[in-house]
Each structure stands twice: as structure tokens, then as C-alpha cells.
């Protein structure tokens, strides 16, 4: 057991939209032998073909709308790769399948450098712990200097960085990478971009000229010795605390970097950690079966609608048929063909380990954040859900299919999919999102999978933020005040509509106890 434990490495490839996240991911599988498709293939195949691309939405669009897992073998380590949406509408699926990691890799364009969306995934994992490490892709491009990227990255990410790789010159000059982590010198042969040579020596070695010219040789032996200076030795303890993110530059769609990138990242990468209960902390040697659910997707396989709930296993083997307890329900729960996940089909499996991601047949009994044990009532605590940005009004628009409506809407909540308020004022429903896509998602689920029709009505609202307040009066004199602002989540907690920005600030400022929360878990 803890040597399936120690072999497992669950992370998620993340990034600002169009950085690379998607080639980076196909050249892992390549390496994994998961797929076939050697050279450079244009990544928008793969979008036609893999997993990420189960809704039919997602065909439609050419865009990934759902997480994905993709397993496989590599080195003696089994990798767990969770596939996150690469729309960033859909950041909210992003930010949740970070609660299932053990670890991310941030991919960042060369020539964009931080973009809003590298940011905020950071911001997410800097409140999770998240260790990361940092791929900066695209050198093949003219970019920027690679040491203003490195300080970029420390100011616009809070994070101390070590690079353990280095480009030697970039763009047209683009020579290859020095390995500083296990230095070696990898060589790029523009001619034959799909071929890496690896030449193994030191940077401090006579040969380096023979390979690279006097000019690289000088700059890159000037460069790491300034690395050497200015940034500490790097320490595997430190990356693991997520207080340094080692930094490796290269280029995914030439299949330059990526396998040093891989090759360390299993080396020093976590294995599985405690996952954090309300009652307790899990650790993943714990014999007894512990998992929490962090995402449910339908219509994987538009002939039988059925959703699958993503179980994350914290502890203990999972195993095919066994009773396992449905805390939220206090139901014994069975799973007679539990699944796992390749590039590009899924099997049934008969056991899981911690790390790994279990795909659960769900015909509605789950919600994201639900947690699974081997009979202890135990409550994983998930990711809260950010204040949205977008609201709209969901109205029925076929008389006839209000049920279906209300069941199609609870249950793609459920999902999380968005976040449904009830305005206490009108009682109209109002859905919240991240993205102008998320309504497009919900109304065409809604109608292909429910038979329900709905119907966008605006409603002009700056944000939504849940309050609380240990001053009762003080509390009710301001829904008495704002009462045509004010609604209730779908645990019926109290959440203020504000309408601008200035309104916000000034209920801020002249109801002093209430404390206005920005995401649901405070
Ligand atoms: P994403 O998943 O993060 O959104 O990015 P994706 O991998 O789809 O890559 C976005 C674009 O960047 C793609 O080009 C891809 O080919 C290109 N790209 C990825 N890695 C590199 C690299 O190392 N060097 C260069 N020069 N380009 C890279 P596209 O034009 O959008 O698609 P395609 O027609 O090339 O497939």
C-alpha cells in the first residue's frame, strides 16, 4: 500500500488560455504511451479525440468544458493528470479540480509572460499549499529576457522561483536548454525540430563550445553563475512547503524540455498529503477508504445519459462492490463498475489508491464536495465557491416542462455548474457565473438532457458576497434596508445582491459587524 502511495503523483496542468497547457498535456501522454501521435501534432486533434471532449457542447465549440483524468505509467510512477477546462469561463471547474491535486504545473507563454488567468490560478493554489512548478513554454518565439520572466513571475505571483533549466538564446537563435537540475545540456536542432539531443555535460566543460559557440557558451556559463548567485540552491523541502516554484523553460510544441520537465517532475513532485476533514486530518496510509468528490460531468456517453461523479480516493483502497457510506445521505452506497480513466477510453477497475481518480456511475445521488468513507462520518472540506461575476435571471420558457426545469437546474447546480440565489424580494431565481459560456452551457444542457426550456432575463448586479454578522439587529436593520437585494444560496444562507461597486463600499462602511464574504466557505 505505501508503496502504491509513494509511486502516485495526482496534479493538474494549468494556464492562462492558449500558453500550451493542452500540446503540454499531449506530449506528456506521448511519453506515457497513452498515444501514438509522435512528432508534432496540431493540438486542436487532440481536442477532437480526447477525453476532455466527452460533452457534446464541447464538440460544438471546440472548446474543453469539462475535467478529465488521464492515468498512466511512467518510470515505475503511476501520473494522475487532471485535465481542467481551457476556456477561462469555466474557471470555477478549474479552481475546483484543485482541490483533488497533490501538486500543479503552471504553464506560462514566453512572450506573454503573467497573464489574469496565471494569477488567479496561483491565487488558488496559494490558498490550498499547492506546491507548483512553472514551464515556461514557447521559446522557440521571440520573447522576453528570461531573467525579467523569472521576476515577473516572483512579483506577480508572490512566489520565490528557481529556475532548473535555462534557454540558451530564444526564439530564431533558440539553441536548446541547459538542465541545471541535472546538468546536462539539451540540444535544439531547428532543422529537425522534432529531435532532441542529449549531450550530457557540464557547463563549466571545454566541450561546451564545441556545441554551442563561444558567444552561448560565455553567456550561458554568465547566466548560471548569476543564477547560481542571486537565486538559493534549490530545495526539494521548500518546493514541496509550495514556498518556491522551480522554473523550467522550453517548448512544448517541439517536444523540447517537456521530458526533463517530466522526468524531474516525478522525481520531486509530492506523493498523495493528509487531506484536511472538519473532524480531522486524513492520511492517505490510513487503511480504511476515504474519498471526497471534486467534479460530476454528464453525458460522457450521449447513448445512455448517466453522469460520472470524479472521486478523489484521501485514503485507504477503494474497491469495486464493496458498501461504502454516502456521508451527506447516510446511505450505503455500491459501485459495481467503478472506472478509470486513459487518454482516450476508460476501463473498469476493481481497485483504487489514494492519488488516484475513481469515475463513479451517478444517476443523482451525488454533489460536488460529497464525501465517501468506509463508515466513518467524516466531512472533506472543498474548495468554497467564488462570489460570480455574471448574473442572470432564469426564467421557464415552456409552461409545460416546469418539473423538468426544476430538476434539470438543481441537478446541474449540483455539478456546479454556477450558483442559483433566490431573491427574496420577487422570489425570482437569478444565476450567478464566471462566464457569458456558462449560460450558453446551462440553457442547451438544460434542453437536451432535461426537455426543459429556459429563458435570460438581466439583472444589473455588481456581485454577490454572503454576510454574516454576530450583531443580530444591527443584522436584521440591514436586509430590512436592503430587502430587494437580498437572497439565499442553496443552503439558504443570507447573501447580499449588491447592485455597483460604490453600493458595496458603503454598506461596508455603515454596517460595521456584518462581514461580507466573497466565497462561500468563511
Ligand atoms: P492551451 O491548451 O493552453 O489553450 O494552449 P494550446 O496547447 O492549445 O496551445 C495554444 C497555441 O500555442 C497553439 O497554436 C499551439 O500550437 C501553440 N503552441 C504550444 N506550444 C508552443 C510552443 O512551444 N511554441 C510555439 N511556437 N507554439 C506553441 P494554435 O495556432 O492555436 O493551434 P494550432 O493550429 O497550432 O494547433
Known amino acids: 500500500m505505501n508503496q502504491e502511495i509513494s509511486r502516485r503523483r ?48 464541447e464538440k460544438q465549440r471546440g472548446i474543453s468544458v469539462s475535467t478529465s483524468v488521464m492515468e498512466f ?34 504553464v506560462v507563454d514566453g512572450a506573454k509572460g503573467v497573464e489574469t488567468q496565471t494569477r488567479k490560478l496561483m491565487e488558488v493554489c496559494r490558498m490550498r499549499n499547492t506546491p507548483v512548478i512553472i514551464f515556461i513554454n514557447k521559446m522557440d518565439r521571440e520573447g522576453r529576457d528570461p531573467f525579467d520572466l523569472l521576476d515577473e513571475l516572483e512579483e506577480e505571483l508572490s512566489i520565490s522561483v528557481r529556475p532548473l533549466s535555462w534557454p540558451i538564446n530564444i526564439g530564431a537563435k533558440f539553441k536548446g536548454v541547459y538542465n541545471i537540475y541535472e546538468n546536462k545540456l539539451d540540444l535544439f536542432k531547428p532543422d529537425k525540430q522534432r529531435v532532441t539531443e542529449k549531450v550530457e555535460i557540464d557547463v563549466n566543460s571545454n566541450e561546451l563550445e564545441s556545441h554551442i559557440g563561444e558567444q552561448d557558451a560565455r553567456q550561458l556559463r554568465d547566466d548560471i553563475e548569476l543564477i547560481d548567485g542571486v537565486y538559493p540552491e534549490f530545495d526539494v523541502e521548500s518546493y514541496r512547503a509550495a514556498k518556491v516554484a522551480p522554473v523550467f523553460f522550453g517548448s512544448a510544441l517541439n517536444n523540447f524540455g517537456v521530458q526533463e520537465l517530466l522526468n524531474c517532475f516525478v522525481e520531486i513532485a509530492p506523493s498523495p498529503k493528509p487531506t484536511k476533514a472538519e473532524e480531522r486530518d486524513i492520511d492517505p496510509e490510513e487503511p480504511r477508504f476515504t474519498g471526497f468528490i471534486f467534479k ?3 453525458n460522457i456517453d450521449p447513448n445512455h445519459r448517466s453522469c460520472i461523479a470524479y472521486c478523489k480516493v484521501c485514503s485507504g483502497k477503494f474497491e469495486r462492490n464493496h458498501p461504502y457510506l454516502h456521508v451527506r ?50 466531512h472533506f472540506r472543498g474548495l468554497p465557491s467564488f462570489s460570480p461575476e455574471m448574473f442572470k435571471y432564469i426564467e421557464n420558457d415552456d409552461p409545460m416542462k416546469s418539473k423538468q426545469l426544476e430538476k434539470g437546474i438543481s441537478q446541474l447546480m449540483d455539478e456546479g455548474v454556477a450558483q442559483l440565489f433566490v431573491n427574496q424580494f420577487n422570489g425570482r431565481k437569478i444565476i450567478g457565473t464566471v462566464g457569458q459560456l456558462q449560460f450558453e452551457v446551462i440553457q442547451y444542457r438544460l434542453e437536451n438532457e432535461y426537455n426543459a426550456k429556459c429563458r435570460w432575463e438581466p439583472v444589473h448586479l455588481y456581485k454577490a458576497c454572503w454576510i454574516e454578522s454576530d450583531d443580530e439587529a444591527e443584522f436584521e436593520s440591514f436586509k430590512k434596508r436592503k430587502f430587494q437585494y437580498m437572497a439565499k444560496d442553496r443552503e439558504g444562507r443570507d447573501v447580499f445582491l449588491a447592485d455597483s461597486g460604490y453600493v458595496l463600499s458603503m454598506a461596508q462602511q455603515d454596517f460595521k459587524h456584518i462581514r461580507f464574504h466573497f466565497t462561500s466557505e468563511f
Open 10 to 57: 495526482t496534479f493538474a496542468i494549468i494556464s492562462h488560455p492558449d500558453a500550451g497547457k493542452t500540446t503540454l498535456t499531449e506530449k506528456f501522454l506521448l511519453f506515457g504511451g497513452q498515444i501514438q501521435v509522435a512528432g508534432a501534432v496540431k493540438n486542436n486533434k487532440i481536442r477532437k479525440t480526447a477525453t476532455s471532449d466527452w460533452m457534446e457542447i
Open 73 to 106: 505509467d511512467y518510470n515505475g510512477y503511476k501520473i494522475n493528470i487532471l485535465d481542467t477546462p481551457g476556456h477561462q469561463d469555466f474557471a470555477e471547474d478549474t479552481y475546483r479540480t484543485l482541490t483533488a491535486v497533490d501538486s500543479a504545473i503552471i
Open 296 to 298: 460530476i460531468t454528464a
Open 329 to 378: 445521505l447516510g446511505k450505503t452506497v455500491r459501485f459495481s463498475s467503478p472506472t478509470q480513466f486513459m487518454a482516450q477510453r476508460k476501463s473498469t477497475i476493481d481497485e483504487a489508491y489514494p492519488g488516484d481518480i475513481v469515475g463513479l456511475p451517478d444517476n443523482g445521488i451525488f454533489k460536488i464536495g460529497d464525501t465517501l468513507t468506509d463508515g466513518e462520518q467524516l
